[in-house]
C-alpha cells in the first residue's frame, strides 16, 4: 500500500497521463484522416487548430508525453533491476529533475511558437 507517498503519485500521474496521450492520439488519428475529405476540409480544420487555446493543449500534451515517457524509464529501471525498487523514490526526484530540465526549454521555445514569437 502507497499511503500516498511518491510511489503513488507516480502512479496516479503515470495512468492520467497515458490516458491523456492516449485521447490526443485518438485525436490526432481523427484529424488525418479528414483529409479524405478533400484538402478543403484539410485545410480549414488546420486553420480552426491554429487557434492559440489549440497551442496551450499542445504545449499540455508535450508535458504530459515527457513525464509519461521518464516515468516510463523510472518504471523499466524498477522492473529490470535488482535494485531498481529499492531506490524508486530517489528515481521518481530524478524523474522530476529531468522533466524540469528536458521540460521548461521544450515548453517555453513552444510556447514563443504559440503566441507567433517564434515563426
Excluded at 38 to 65: D, I, K, M, S, T
Amino acid at each position: 500500500m502507497y499511503r500516498g507517498r511518491e510511489g503513488q503519485w507516480a502512479f496516479y500521474l503515470h495512468r492520467i497521463s497515458g490516458v491523456a496521450v492516449l485521447l490526443f492520439l485518438m485525436l490526432h488519428v481523427l484529424e488525418m484522416s479528414s483529409s479524405m475529405f478533400g484538402p478543403e476540409w484539410f485545410n480549414a480544420l488546420l486553420a480552426f487548430e491554429r487557434n492559440p487555446v489549440f497551442g496551450l493543449g499542445l504545449v499540455l500534451v508535450a508535458a504530459l508525453v515527457l513525464y509519461h515517457a521518464l516515468n516510463g524509464l523510472r518504471i523499466i529501471l524498477m522492473d529490470f533491476t535488482s535494485w531498481g525498487v529499492r531506490y524508486q523514490r530517489q528515481l521518481w526526484y530524478g524523474v522530476w529533475v529531468l522533466y524540469v530540465l528536458i521540460g521548461f526549454p521544450m515548453f517555453f521555445t513552444m510556447l514563443g511558437y504559440v503566441f507567433g514569437g517564434g515563426e
